[in-house]
């Protein structure tokens, strides 16, 4: 499926039962070729090819414990302290952007207390900025250096 993010040559892999994998090239592995995995590895791409963010600074499906339950991040960018400073969370293309998938991304970071979110389901791309107990969208995804 065609994204609003720029081609990159990724590698997938057919298994004998007929299911693709595409390589992660931050999990060093292949996973499920899934529409939302689509999305993210193509913004992990853009991230790294054209907002310069390192990575070695930057995780998929990292594990969070919110309320007693063990949650997943999409992606986490870390500063060079190895403190976390911005999540991202990924949806399907089909999927529309709303208020409640925000809601998602908010309570994951009442955890890890980030600076910046942002949100892509390939098509539409949001990011924003945390300032005390408020957020601002910005115009558009951060350089790694402006987060």
């Given at each position: 499926?065609?994204?609003?993010?720029?081609?990159?040559?990724?590698?997938?892999?057919h298994l004998a039962?007929?299911?693709?994998?595409?390589?992660?090239?931050?999990?060093?592995?292949?996973?499920?070729?899934?529409?939302?995995e689509w999305?993210?590895?193509?913004?992990?791409?853009?991230?790294?090819?054209?907002?310069?963010?390192p990575?070695?600074?930057?995780a998929?499906?990292?594990?969070?414990?919110?309320?007693?339950?063990l949650?997943?991040c999409?992606?986490?960018?870390y500063?060079h302290?190895?403190t976390?400073?911005?999540?991202?969370?990924?949806?399907?293309?089909e999927?529309?952007?709303?208020?409640?998938?925000?809601?998602?991304?908010?309570?994951?970071?009442?955890?890890?207390?980030?600076?910046?979110?942002?949100?892509?389901?390939?098509?539409?791309?949001?990011?924003c900025?945390?300032e005390?107990d408020?957020?601002?969208?910005?115009?558009?995804?951060?350089?790694?250096?402006n987060?």
């Open positions: 499926m065609k994204l609003n993010l720029p081609e990159y040559e990724y590698e997938v892999r039962d007929g299911t693709l994998q595409i390589h992660d090239r931050l999990r060093g592995k292949f996973v499920a070729l899934t529409p939302e999305v993210r590895q193509h913004f992990v791409n853009f991230l790294i090819a054209h907002r310069g963010y990575p070695h600074l930057m998929n499906e990292v594990g969070i414990r919110h309320n007693g339950c949650r997943r999409d992606t986490i960018i500063d302290y190895a976390p400073i911005a999540i991202v969370e990924y949806k399907a293309p999927i529309e952007i709303t208020s409640r998938v925000f809601d998602q991304i908010v309570r994951y970071n009442m955890v890890l207390k980030v600076r910046s979110l942002m949100v892509s389901n390939g098509m539409a791309h949001y990011a900025r945390i005390g408020s957020y601002h969208f910005l115009r558009d995804v951060p350089l790694y250096d987060l």
